[in-house]
């Protein structure tokens, strides 16, 4: 049985940690260093991460700010 890649499971956590509301819109994310020290990948899966969910609307990037959560009503659905 394939097992989901890495960016998929942690993408799909932090999208579950917004529906579940422990993150909110407008909720800061942790740094992609402190997000791979605590799902224990590389900054490369992370960045792959912050990738999809930016794709799909869920967060947004403020350059020298951080990555941002987005309102769940303004999120792309999946196909």
């Known amino acids: ?3 989901t890649p890495d960016y998929i499971r942690i993408a799909d956590d932090i999208i579950a ?3 579940g509301k422990r993150l909110k819109p407008d909720d800061k994310l942790p740094s992609i260093a402190q997000l791979a020290a605590e799902y224990k990948v590389g900054t490369s899966t ?3 991460v912050y990738v999809r969910l930016e794709a799909l609307r869920v ?6 700010k951080g990555v941002f959560v987005t309102d769940p009503r303004t999120w792309m659905r999946e196909p």
């Open 1 to 3: 049985m394939p097992t």
């Open 17 to 19: 940690g917004v529906r």
């Open 46 to 48: 992370i960045q792959m």
């Open 59 to 64: 967060i947004r990037r403020h350059q020298g």
